[in-house]
């Protein structure tokens, strides 16, 4: 007798992390897949569409859940670039806590029995100074974005507490691929034009994680046992500091690198002076993570190392440029 399928449905299904985990459970035909998109889009013909214009709190996603076993939540309103509303997080709570709260509250009514949902590092806070986050480390968000994902792990857990429905919280840090949006894009666009950098002097340590080792990731977490109704904190397997990414993602791209030694102060000063302090951070300032729990607990490590990750992204970006 053939053994039923698992039923999973993927919100943010055509996001930068949703779209990779849908590609990724058609090819390995584990499951049966149905996604929840705001608009009709071109998918593999073994995946089931129900389309969910907006996630609000009024979302009817009867239809998207019947019969679903796992949910993977995905879908959040993510880091803005050129905000222009007057509060961001009341913006940001309206989709990151409570849509996602008003799904989960549906989805423990329609029997789910697990609801994975995808956070942020950012819970944890922006830097380290050379202690790495762990899931045991005391929040400090300080982004709306990361306020509201915390707020929404909160909630979330409060709502699974002593229910039949397992609640599986992940935290990734900065996610890249080929087509990352935000500052990994433009860091890739600059190491393509194969100009002098001025990082030589950056001492740094900086976690992260590939896109392909995240995807894998959550899909362990959707099946483990031993997952259930815990919080991971994950990254690649190693940090690295800012020159020895520029070093792999120019040896992936086949060009040479320079870099030079500017003093970080004057970086500082020139990135808060062009509004730039956040990247500023990012590529000088530290964030470690110990994501030795998820090996311990679920026997997971990330089957891409960083450096072949790297120069794997770099290669790629630069053969669709």
């Not at 019969?67 to 007057?86: F, Q």
């Not at 190491?191 to 992260?208: A, D, E, H, I, T």
């Not at 500023?280 to 311990?296: H, I, M, P, R, Y």
């Amino acid at each position: 007798m053939a053994v039923k399928q698992k039923r999973v449905l993927l919100t943010g299904a055509t996001g930068f992390v949703g779209r990779a985990v849908q590609q990724r459970i058609v090819a390995d035909g584990q499951y049966d897949l149905t996604i929840a998109v705001r608009r009709a889009v071109p998918v593999a013909n073994v995946v089931r569409v129900v389309q969910v214009p907006e996630l609000t709190t009024q979302t009817d996603w009867s239809a998207a859940l019947q019969g679903v076993d796992v949910v993977v939540h995905c879908a959040a309103r993510a880091h803005v670039l050129n905000e222009n509303v007057v509060d961001p997080l009341i913006e940001f709570r309206k989709v990151n806590v409570d849509a996602a709260l008003a799904l989960a509250q549906q989805a423990l009514i329609a029997g789910v029995k697990r609801f994975v949902f995808i956070s942020s590092i950012g819970v944890n806070g922006a830097s380290t100074e050379g202690v790495p986050f762990t899931e045991r480390s005391v929040p400090a968000p300080h982004a709306p974005y990361a306020v509201s994902k915390l707020e929404a792990e909160l909630a979330l857990q409060n709502l699974c507490a002593d229910s039949a429905m397992e609640l599986v919280i992940i935290r990734p840090p900065l996610v890249y691929a080929e087509h990352a949006p935000g500052n990994f894009a433009r860091l890739l666009k600059l190491v393509s034009f194969g100009l002098p950098l001025p990082f030589s002097l950056v001492k740094n340590q900086r976690s992260m994680v590939a896109l392909e080792n995240l995807v894998d990731f959550i899909l362990c977490c959707v099946m483990h046992p031993a997952a259930a109704n815990q919080t991971f904190v994950i990254a690649d397997h190693q940090p690295v500091s800012t020159p020895q990414m520029l070093r792999y993602l120019s040896a992936g791209m086949g060009k040479r690198l320079l870099l030079l030694p500017v003093p970080l102060s004057l970086m500082r000063v020139a990135a808060t002076l062009a509004g730039r302090k956040a990247l500023f951070n990012q590529l000088c300032g530290s964030l470690e993570v110990d994501a030795s729990k998820a090996q311990q607990l679920l026997g997971w490590t990330p089957p891409v190392t960083v450096e072949d990750a790297m120069r794997k992204t770099a290669a790629a970006y630069l053969a669709e440029s």
